[in-house]
């Protein structure tokens, strides 16, 4: 069954680290990949996305993900972090091809914590 | 203000008594879906909608049901709730479903308690 994962369930650095998720995807065909952050007790706000062209996509907030196809995987990166920065970060994809609706796979999440 | 809008945000209630989570997007969106976040295991989708009067089952529909007879609406039924459905509920809408470039935008989220 096609499956995304999320390596770190629970990350804590300290203000002004660099910042890596990582996510992984298994399927071989093409997919739309997408990075979701959620502020404590808020909705899901999308970060960036990818679709096609340029793997390197940056998003809201000075993040950036890289997408390569070789590897599957799609991980997300900042160079500063900051307090405001602490959430619970989303990696999903959708899938092409038939039978596949649309549908958001979702990884299990990534709670970071920042230290101020 | 586009977005996509649930009701109530929070609700508790106790096993087998009927609930509806309305879920109502001003962005004249034909997909909609409903996710559940659960610790641990992300956000499954549990029923879509690719437009008006098509509905399927997502990964985990068991005990929920939908309808969507109006573009902009699309509640989630739980016609006798147990404890097991106790979650955190998502709506999300796009302009297509499928094989889309569309972004899912999501409402603010339902947190049920069945006791």
């Known amino acids: 069954a096609q499956s995304v994962s999320q390596h770190n369930h629970h990350v804590i650095l300290s203000e002004a680290a660099s910042l890596e998720l990582g996510c992984n995807y298994s399927?071989?065909?093409?997919?739309?990949l997408f990075w979701y952050v959620q502020y404590p007790g808020q909705h899901l706000q999308l970060l960036l996305k990818?679709?096609?062209?340029?793997?390197l996509v940056k998003g809201i907030k000075g993040f950036e993900a890289e997408f390569i196809k070789s590897k599957f995987s799609f991980n997300l990166r900042k160079p500063s972090v900051q307090w405001s920065d602490t959430a619970e970060y989303f990696c999903a994809v959708i899938l092409h091809g038939s039978g596949n609706t649309g549908k958001l796979i979702f990884g299990q999440g990534t709670t970071l914590q920042v230290k101020p | 203000e586009a977005q996509v809008t649930q009701n109530p945000r929070y609700l508790i209630t106790v096993t087998g008594k009927k609930l509806t989570v309305t879920c109502s997007q001003n962005m004249n969106h034909e997909y909609m879906s409903w996710y559940r976040q659960d610790p641990g295991l992300g956000l499954r989708q549990i029923y879509y909608?690719?437009?008006?009067?098509?509905?399927d089952k997502g990964d985990v529909p068991e005990g929920y049901k939908v309808s969507r007879k109006e573009k902009r609406n699309f509640p989630l039924i739980l016609e006798s709730p147990s404890p097991n459905q106790t979650s955190l509920y998502f709506c999300a809408s796009s302009l297509y479903g499928g094989d889309s470039t569309d972004t899912q935008y999501f409402g603010p989220g339902t947190r049920l308690t069945v006791l």
């Open positions: 909608s690719m437009n008006v009067e098509v509905t």
């Open positions: 990818y679709f096609s062209g340029d793997p």
């Open positions: 399927y071989g065909g093409t997919v739309n």
